[in-house]
């Protein structure tokens, strides 16, 4: 109704509140071993995209001076479509042909999002760049990545952001979760690229729902206003041993 009124702070608070009773009941669920139904969280005829950029707009006051973080979603095609561009992603893979499988890959999930926050997820293998799993977005999959069965550093995760920003904790948890998982790059919509590898690093334990909690809520406690994520990604990543790096 808010939104069909044309209530949009109304819909703002509303949509916030929603967003907070799902998290209760996805944390409330996870903590007794039970299942979710999401029906009992759905707002019928609410409006997914209007729900995301209720969540942007409140992001947007936290967001400044992170490298080339923006809250125009808008592909910059000249600064991807270039061979400075795919020059980022030298020595990615173990082969020149899997270096230029990763670039194209990225600049398919960048395109693919043209003007939206929405993220697509690819595998490749680490050797030559082949794609080990299609497409996927998180947001029509609950949020979750499967990482298939695999040795030790088998796979490179590239996955695009809209908002040019940097790794998420969830980026972070899925690398530092998945020993198959040699690297994960999240390319920008502006052309800016992020690298980050455990290599020799140790990893934290996160298999306790507990321990995760506690990480998160760190991780977010060192969010700022003037670094985003950047700052939170960089202390971990130094703490624990492993390269990060962005161009």
Request: proline share 2%.
């Amino acid at each position: 109704m808010l939104q069909e009124a044309g209530d949009e702070e109304g819909l703002k608070d509303a949509s916030k509140k929603l967003r907070e009773y799902k998290d209760k009941y996805k944390d409330y669920s996870k903590e007794h071993g039970l299942g979710m139904h999401n029906d009992r969280t759905q707002v019928y005829g609410y409006d997914r995209s209007k729900s995301m950029k209720t969540v942007w707009s409140e992001r947007k006051a936290l967001i400044r001076t992170t490298p080339g973080v923006t809250s125009d979603f808008s592909v910059n095609y000249p600064a991807i479509d270039n061979k400075d561009y795919a020059k980022k992603y030298k020595g990615l893979t173990d082969s020149w042909l899997g270096d230029r499988r990763a670039v194209e890959t990225a600049r398919k999930c960048i395109k693919e999002n043209d003007g939206t926050l929405f993220e697509n997820v690819a595998i490749l293998d680490s050797r030559n760049g082949k794609m080990i799993c299609d497409f996927m977005r998180p947001g029509e999959t609950g949020g979750e990545i499967i990482i298939p069965k695999a040795s030790d550093n088998s796979f490179i995760v590239i996955h695009n952001h809209g908002n040019n920003d940097t790794f998420s904790f969830e980026d972070f948890a899925l690398l530092n979760n998945c020993p198959q998982v040699k690297s994960i790059i999240a390319a920008g919509h502006n052309g800016i690229i992020y690298k980050m590898s455990v290599e020799k690093g140790k990893r934290l334990d996160l298999s306790n729902q507990n321990a995760y909690n506690d990480y998160y809520r760190d991780f977010n406690r060192r969010y700022t206003m003037e670094n985003g994520n950047f700052d939170s990604i960089q202390y971990y990543c130094n703490a624990l041993g492993w390269r990060f790096e962005y161009e």
